[in-house]
């Protein structure tokens, strides 16, 4: 490969990767690792397990790179749903202890993890977080339920005591709108 | 469940969200309907960006060299374990026999214990991969269920004595493609009987449209034909053919088109 592996495209890179290529799939996770294990870990609240999960999703990346399709989304979209879906597999295997951990504490378990690893406060977190602060607060806390602590609308319905169909009306128009905010900016994002 | 009810669903199936029962439902639902695929798609793309909603943290070094060390081993699995090296001078530190003797009895311990560890890992990860399989074959299953419906749901239409036809010719583009739309106006079915279409190249499909005089195309159907150019196309046909004026099929790329941007292959006179 001629070019420097910052400026080659996530898509090439995943071609690269289901051929074999191990530098392809280092340059990824140079790429990615800071997104994705802040991901794994704010779904896991356990450094060690994150890391374990994040080394999982990688494995999992490496073996299956041939199944993602680049007409069906980004490749940013593909390796976070790995990232995600594996961090929500092993925080069910450990039990729901992470479930006791309500949204609204998040804040301050996020403290003590900054001082354990490096905090690195990205541009394109800011515009995440200030387009979910634009929507209704029981969208948002409906959409972070789902996404961090992998609940189903019938656990999330559960969980506030609000009907069934409320929540699925606040999901559904939740992520509708994040789309629109988001979507003029989303060259920029990933 | 009809289309609309399903396009409800997508937003909760992007954040995986759905109970198991809905979901598998809607699975079958996406494989059949590309615009729904289409929307679920962006939705994905959304919800991926929630991501960002975490602190980025940089995880230990040892993460990175653990993965690049594993990918070496990988497609081989199980065969050897990591030999641990003993020391040169053992012998000439520990000369009684039976001392040495426990070294080496609690080096066979350690290795045995990884041999076992990594053992262990490797079922985990094939039970991961036949679940995952088992998965994929009951989604495949329940599309397979919904073909054979849609089939039966054509014959029927095909022998109803109220069905009207509506022939298309082949245009210029593929002289030899011919096709026949059979409707019922009562039970609003609509099924599509294409014939001597080529084969469309690889991440392209055809696409129906209706065209309604004097505005835009409405997008249909995409589908792709067998081996013998012949492809049924039944679902998401127009619920009011009386309002199009015409029916066309174009190429476009693979998940379909919101305006037709390929050439058009088959077409009906205006009606």
């Known amino acids: 490969m001629q070019a420097e592996p910052s400026q080659i495209a996530d898509n090439d890179l995943l071609q690269a990767v289901s051929r074999g290529d191990e530098s392809a799939l280092a340059a990824l996770y140079d790429r990615y690792r800071l997104i ?52 929500l597999d092993r925080l069910r295997m450990l039990g729901s202890r992470s479930r006791f951990i309500d949204a609204d504490e998040h804040a301050g378990s996020n403290e003590v993890l900054d001082t ?21 607060d029981e969208q948002r806390r409906t959409l972070l339920l789902a996404y961090f602590e992998g609940l189903t609308q019938a656990e999330i319905a559960e969980r506030l005591g609000h009907p069934l169909g409320t929540v699925k009306t606040r999901m559904r128009s939740g992520l509708i709108k994040l789309r629109e905010l988001l979507r003029d900016r989303s060259r920029d994002l990933a | 469940m009809e289309h609309r009810e399903y396009q409800e669903l997508l937003a909760s199936h992007a954040l995986d969200a759905l109970d198991a029962r809905d979901a598998q439902a809607l699975r079958a639902h996406l494989a059949t309907c590309a615009e729904c695929r289409n929307e679920f798609d962006e939705l994905s793309d959304a919800a991926a960006l929630l991501a960002h909603e975490a602190e980025p943290l940089a995880p230990s070094d040892d993460v990175r060299r653990r993965i690049m060390r594993d990918i070496r081993s990988l497609p081989r699995s199980a065969d050897e374990a990591p030999i641990m090296p003993l020391s040169q001078g053992l012998s000439a530190a520990w000369p009684n026999v039976w001392r040495l003797a426990a070294v080496f009895a609690f080096v066979a311990l350690l290795l045995g214990i990884i041999v076992l560890w990594r053992r262990d890992t490797v079922s985990r990860r094939q039970i991961a991969e036949l679940a995952r399989q088992l998965d994929q074959q009951q989604s495949q299953l329940q599309v397979e269920r919904h073909n054979l419906a849609q089939q039966a749901e054509a014959v029927a239409l095909l022998n109803s004595p109220d069905a009207k036809r509506i022939s298309l010719a082949g245009t210029p583009t593929a002289q030899l493609a011919r096709a026949t739309f059979v409707y019922d106006e009562k039970s609003r079915n609509g099924v599509l009987l294409i014939e001597g279409l080529p084969d469309a190249p690889a991440n392209k499909a055809y696409e129906v449209w209706f065209i309604p005089k004097g505005l835009a195309p409405i997008p249909g159907r995409t589908f792709t034909v067998n081996a013998n150019g012949r492809a049924l196309v039944s679902h998401g046909m127009p619920v009011a053919p009386g309002s199009s004026s015409v029916i066309a099929i174009t190429l476009e790329p693979k998940n379909g088109s919101t305006a037709p941007t390929g050439p058009i292959y088959l077409a009906s006179p205006a009606l």
Do not use: K, M
Request: aromatic share 8%; net charge positive; hydrophobic share 50%.
């Open chain 1, 36 to 87: 994705l294990f802040g991901l794994i870990l704010r779904i896991l609240h356990d450094r060690h397990e994150a890391e374990d999960v994040l080394q999982e999703a990688f494995l999992q990346v490496w073996r299956r790179a041939n199944d993602f399709d680049p007409a069906r989304g980004r490749a940013f979209t593909w390796l976070v749903t790995i990232a995600r879906s594996r961090a």
């Open chain 1, 116 to 136: 354990v690893g490096e905090l690195v406060r990205s541009e394109a977190g800011e515009i995440v977080r200030r387009a979910l602060r634009e929507l209704p």
